[in-house]
């Protein structure tokens, strides 16, 4: 079957880093997407990767290991505005998105 | 991207009435838009996906005689969720597809509560 695993939720510093991790077994692979939501709002985009490697975007980073299934979203210089779900998400060789549940970030003062 | 518009932002109704959510995609011409479901705490659940011109495609154990997809043209696809009960509560948020990496551009969703 086809799977996204991603932690529950995770808490961090204002100003420290976080790595959320997620691995994922799709039919075929076309992409990883990773997207922020906020509580009572839609998901909106923050990264794709298709190659191996990493893609640095201002604070936010995302890496990705096809040989692995293996992905992670990495957050620099975190604010409190950064508390929200991160879902991610993987597309499969129909180009449907396999949503992963989400992993909710609490950022502390 | 894709700038994606739905309405109502939220609606309260009472059990057994029928509630339509619109759906528009205001800058792209989508052949294509995706219905999900959420409910709280949870990741998004696709219900369906609304082709134009055509019938919907539903997912595994999505009624298709209780949410009904109608794409009527390219920027516009409806949600009906007929005599909808207080399990249907719940946030709707449709999508549209796009570019070559066939990124989701998100609709605002719509927050349904039935009494």
């Known amino acids: 079957g086809q799977n996204i695993d991603q932690p529950t939720e995770m808490t961090a510093t204002e100003g420290a880093i976080v790595q959320i991790n997620c691995t994922y077994q799709?039919?075929?692979?076309?992409?990883l997407f990773w997207y922020q939501q906020h509580a009572g709002e839609a998901p909106t985009f923050l990264s794709y990767?298709?190659l191996d490697g990493l893609e640095e975007k201002g604070r936010f980073s995302s890496f990705l290991s096809r040989s692995k299934g293996y992905s992670y979203l990495l957050l620099k210089e975190l604010q409190m505005k950064d508390s929200a779900s991160y879902l991610c998400a993987a597309l499969d060789s129909n180009y449907q998105l396999i949503w992963g549940a989400g992993t909710k970030l609490i950022i502390k003062p | 991207g894709a700038v994606v518009s739905q309405h109502p932002s939220r609606v309260i109704c009472k059990s057994g009435t029928s509630v339509k959510i619109e759906c528009r995609s205001l800058d792209f011409q989508a052949t294509t838009m995706f219905w999900y479901r959420q409910f709280p705490k949870q990741s998004l659940m696709l219900m369906a996906t609304?082709?134009?011109?055509?019938?919907?495609?539903?997912e595994q154990g999505v009624e298709k005689d209780k949410f009904l997809i109608n794409h009527a043209s390219l920027t516009l696809s409806t949600l009906t969720v007929t005599s909808a009960h207080p399990e249907d509560s719940s946030f709707y948020i449709c999508?549209?597809?796009?570019?070559?990496?066939?990124?989701?551009?998100f609709g605002p969703g719509t927050r349904l509560t039935v009494l």
């Open positions: 990767n298709v």
């Open positions: 799709t039919s075929g692979f076309n992409g």
């Open positions: 609304s082709n134009e011109g055509s019938k919907a495609t539903y």
């Open positions: 999508s549209v597809a796009g570019g070559d990496r066939n990124e989701q551009f």
